[in-house]
């Protein structure tokens, strides 16, 4: 048994006989990149293949500073620091292998809570080509329904008034594109990495609405001459465990006190559209297309959708992991006609995709048991993802004429799940979301109005209109309400 070794830059000569190490001079590499949201999901895409085009031609002028805007990003940025930003990312075949490597692409970590201003200036420094984001489908502020910029943030309102330290990205990135254009350095490209549908025209359009509310002539300069690639992205990344941290040390004799676990499977689809140079990444794998807008749309309205289907029927069943339900027969059954009826139905042709062979393919992965990713991750912040995910795919019916049934179930679903809390078997779940005190008291009104969880304006909108939707929606919710048990109502669903 080998001697557990500390992750450390100076100990990777020892650690490079257990697993892959960074063959690249990471001493010496600039921080091209910097990053806002370092999370589970950027550890295991952008820093992934980021790092191996590093390994691959050096790329020295490509590495990543990684930025936190929450107080909350303090105990990994802590962590990382601690062993010089390196972490290993597990890898985890449906057959029970795991890959590892270890990643040393992000150079650098700063949270903005200790020092908005230093973070202003490393986005506004020469070397800073791009600013990417994660920072989740709720990090971008728009009304799910008109699609504007949400002023009446109180953050929003903050930013405005403080420019120097601001809370959200908008005004980071404002602050940092103001002293570009002062300085005369070119603008860094914006780049947006969350499962949004045209991410990159979202973020320029919510980006110039909080400018040019500040300065009406940066807004102008921003809009052109900075750009804003679409993405498609793709990586099944579960919530680092315990177990993954003890696996590490006993299989590979590596002490991390916080590795990323994945999928094997990875897509990135990009819009070649940067204002300041990028990575070659499409020598490690991404694709570079012209228009990515079929490939988020079918990974958006297939992958997210299809977790949170799973997630949140599979809660109130009782289900915990992603696997566990795709395991069960009827769960599998209703996923797939839940994609070929409905959400395949609105979508566009990609090219040179077989939709088939793309659903077979995620019932594929979803399935794989080494990922055990949890429902409640899958459920996590479902405020900001079903208008995107799934919401979006019934409006679309609704005005096809297309079938509801599948997708309806789950928001009568989600609304019993905000209420009681609990699955049909009274075990709590665990629900986190910005949302939870309003949807809480929104399901809770159910049993006096039964439309009254359709009423939360932010996430509905006008929905609560249309009488098809609330007639299926009304049937649904009282079978729920009177007899929990979600299996029946799937099964009514694919028997119909
Ligand atoms: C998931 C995503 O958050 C969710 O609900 O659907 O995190 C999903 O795992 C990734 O987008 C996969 O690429």
């Known amino acids: 048994m080998k001697k557990t070794v500390q992750l450390k830059q100076e100990n990777l000569p020892r650690l490079a006989d257990r697993m892959v190490v960074p063959t690249y001079d990471r001493g010496t590499a600039k921080a091209g990149i910097v990053h806002v949201g370092v ?18 031609t050096g790329a020295a002028e490509w590495g990543i500073c990684g930025v936190g805007l929450r107080e909350a990003d303090r105990k990994m940025r802590d962590i990382l620091k601690e062993q010089d930003f390196l972490y290993t990312l597990l890898v985890k075949h449906p057959d029970g292998k795991a890959e590892t490597r270890v990643i040393g692409s992000i150079v650098d970590f700063m949270l903005s809570v200790d020092n908005p201003m230093a973070v202003i200036d490393k986005m506004a420094h020469e070397d800073t080509k791009i600013v990417s984001l994660t920072i989740t489908e709720g990090g971008y502020n728009f009304h799910p329904v008109t699609g504007e910029f949400m002023f009446n943030n ?5 930013d405005l008034a403080h420019p120097d330290s601001p809370k959200l990205v908008f005004g980071y990135l404002t602050a940092a594109l ?3 254009q002062e300085a005369g350095v070119p603008p860094f490209t914006v780049q947006s990495c969350d499962n949004v549908q045209h991410n990159g025209d979202m973020t320029k359009k919510m980006l110039l609405a909080f400018a040019r509310e500040q300065d009406p002539e940066l807004g102008d300069w921003i809009e052109a001459n900075v750009c804003f690639p679409n993405a498609m992205v793709d990586r099944i990344t579960p919530v680092t ?19 990323c676990t994945c999928e094997p499977f990875c897509q990135w689809v990009i819009e070649d559209n940067f204002s300041n140079g990028r990575p070659a990444w499409e020598k490690v794998g991404a694709q ?6 079929p490939y988020e749309k079918m990974k958006i309205r297939l992958l997210n959708a299809g977790h949170s289907v799973l997630g949140l029927l599979g809660s109130i069943h009782g289900h915990e992991t992603i696997d566990g339900a795709v395991a069960d027969p009827l769960f599998a059954q209703y996923l797939r006609a839940f994609m070929d009826r409905e959400a395949t139905p609105v979508l566009d042709e990609v090219e040179g995709i077989n939709l088939d062979d793309y659903k077979d393919s995620l019932i594929y992965r979803f399935g794989n048991p080494n990922i055990k990713d949890s429902l409640a991750r899958i459920c996590l912040e479902s405020s900001a ?6 919401i979006s795919t019934i409006r679309e019916n609704l005005a096809a004429d297309g079938g509801i049934e599948f997708a309806t179930l789950v928001i009568a679903a989600w609304c019993l799940y905000s209420d009681t809390g609990l699955s ?3 075990v709590e779940l665990e629900i986190v979301d910005e949302m939870k005190d309003e949807l809480h008291q929104a399901a809770a009104g159910t049993k006096d109005d039964v439309l009254s969880f359709l009423r939360i304006d932010p996430i509905f909108g006008d929905l609560v209109e249309n009488e098809r939707f609330t007639t299926l929606y009304t049937e649904m919710v009282e079978a729920l309400y009177a007899d929990p048990n979600i299996d029946r109502l799937m099964e009514k669903n694919l028997a119909g």
């Open 288 to 293: 570079f297309v012209p228009d990515v807008t």
């Open 39 to 56: 999370g589970g999901f950027h550890r295991s895409h952008e820093a992934y293949y980021t790092d191996a085009l590093m390994n691959e």
């Open 154 to 158: 109180p953050d929003v309102q903050h």
């Open 385 to 390: 993802k079903l208008p995107k995910f799934l």
């Open 178 to 180: 103001k002293k570009r």
């Open 241 to 259: 465990t315990p177990a993954d941290i003890a696996l590490l040390a006993s299989d590979f004799g590596v002490a991390d006190g916080w590795p």
């Open 424 to 426: 049909r078997h009274g």
